[in-house]
Structures are given as structure tokens and as C-alpha cells.
């Protein structure tokens, strides 16, 4: 499942059930209703929903390739919305949070032998950086010619993914806040051990990196693994 070319946007959705809501009924509702729902529209490309493998909330993260950011909340997805099920309507009301993002793709980096069976990525590690604006320019130069060419060298790596953020919206709170952050990365691997290798370790411990940083103001680190991949209507 490699996202059409013309996958400009993404839909970046955290959520935490809460003590509201059953697990069981979430899983039901989210793999039956919801999810298939939103794969009805257009410019909607995929969906798959990940499970936090790190200890921390949200525990539930989707990804939606899309056409471009404001697909994300234009009047198609407003109309599945609105025609949702009371089910839906009541259970988007009853989470304890529910944190939708769009973002516009800035940059992406595939791994050459990349095939079909390579996505929806097994694991997902997601890093958004806020970076004072004197020193974005430095911050994006050295992501995409350090960085990523470095993370690119960590066993199971399969791409990374840049994006900033277009639209955010929050409904519930959690307790720590969640920082949202203007740029995201998204990592792809095949394998769970991908910060334990000394590629891993390589890639946060040089000069550049270090200089950067300091410009670095706020951070939002996650990992996950994939929960389930939903498929759009023939």
C-alpha cells in the first residue's frame, strides 16, 4: 500500500478512549464504522490505525494519506460527519481525547527495494520538533541531508516522511498537555528494536545535530505499532 504520488496532506488523528468508552465497543466502532467511513471520500488514499508501544497517551494514533491538508476537514469530510451514526456522533462526544491534525508533505525519502508489503509501516516512530523561527532554515537543511540519509542507514528502516502542520484540532485533555509542534516526521520500519542500534544512536550524536538543537523549543516523541490497515470500498 504505497500512497499515491499525489498524496500532498496528512491526517495525523490521536485518540484515547477513556473510562467512557468500553475497548470493545471503540475497536468495534472505529474498525466498522468510522475509519471505513472516511475511506469513502475522494481524496481520502488509505487508513491504518496504530497501537502506542511506548508507554504514553494517546494510546491510539491513525494515519490518512490525503490529497492536501484542507481536505481534512473541507465539505466532503464534513458531510460523512454529519451523516454519521448516532454511535459515532456519541462516541466521538464520550472519548476522553481526540487530537485531529493535517499537515502538507515537505519531504519524503523511500528506500529504494521498498515494495507494497513494506506498507502500512509494522512500526511508526513520529517526532515533531518546534524550532525558533531564526533557525528553521538550518533545522531543515540539516533533517533532510544529515538526518534522514542517516536514520535511512538504521536496520528496518523502509522511509521517513516530513510534514507541517496545517490544522489542529483538540477535543478532552490529558494529563501531561500534548505539545503540537510545526513540523512532524514520520519514520517507517519493519522491525521494533530500531532505536537500540548504534545507527540509531549515530544519528542523534553529531556535531550539526547538536548545533541545531539549540534551537529546538519544543518536542513531541512517539512510537507505534500497527493495529490494523483499513481498506477502501470497491
Known amino acids: 500500500m504505497v500512497p499515491p504520488s499525489e498524496a500532498k496532506g496528512l491526517s495525523f488523528v490521536l485518540l484515547e478512549p477513556g473510562n467512557l468508552v468500553s475497548e470493545a465497543e471503540y475497536h468495534d466502532w472505529y474498525d466498522s464504522e468510522h475509519a471505513p467511513a472516511r475511506l469513502t471520500i475522494p481524496t481520502f488514499y488509505n487508513a491504518a490505525r496504530y497501537k502506542a508501544v511506548d508507554g504514553q497517551k494517546p494510546s491510539y494514533l491513525t494515519l490518512y494519506d490525503i490529497s492536501e491538508p484542507s481536505v481534512a476537514d473541507g465539505p466532503e469530510y464534513q458531510a460523512v460527519k454529519d451523516k454519521g451514526s448516532e454511535r459515532d456522533k456519541r462516541l466521538l462526544s464520550t472519548v476522553q481525547y481526540l487530537n485531529r491534525r493535517s499537515y502538507s508533505s515537505i519531504y519524503t525519502y523511500t528506500r529504494p527495494t521498498v515494495s507494497d508489503s513494506d506498507f502500512p509501516?509494522?512500526?511508526?516512530?513520529?517526532?515533531?520538533?518546534?524550532?525558533?523561527?531564526?533557525?528553521?532554515?538550518?533545522?531543515?537543511?540539516?533533517?533532510?541531508e544529515e538526518?534522514?540519509?542517516?536514520?535511512?542507514?538504521?536496520?528496518?528502516?523502509?522511509?521517513?516522511?516530513?510534514?507541517?502542520?496545517?490544522?489542529?484540532?483538540?477535543?478532552?485533555?490529558?494529563?501531561?498537555?500534548?505539545?503540537?509542534?510545526?513540523?512532524?516526521?514520520?519514520?517507517?520500519?519493519?522491525?521494533?528494536?530500531?532505536?537500540e542500534s548504534p545507527e540509531a544512536k549515530a544519528a542523534i550524536s553529531t556535531p550539526w545535530r547538536d548545533e541545531v538543537v539549540k534551537g529546538v523549543v519544543g518536542r513531541e516523541m512517539r512510537r507505534f505499532e500497527l493495529f490494523k490497515e483499513y481498506k477502501r470500498p470497491e
Open 147 to 195: 538526518h534522514i540519509p542517516m536514520i535511512s542507514k538504521i536496520p528496518g528502516w523502509t522511509r521517513s516522511r516530513r510534514f507541517a502542520l496545517a490544522n489542529n484540532m483538540v477535543r478532552g485533555s490529558l494529563e501531561p498537555d500534548i505539545m503540537i509542534c510545526k513540523y512532524l516526521a514520520v519514520h517507517d520500519f519493519t522491525r521494533d528494536d530500531y532505536l
Open 121 to 144: 509501516p509494522q512500526y511508526v516512530w513520529s517526532v515533531g520538533l518546534e524550532v525558533k523561527p531564526e533557525g528553521e532554515a538550518e533545522f531543515n537543511k540539516w533533517y533532510e
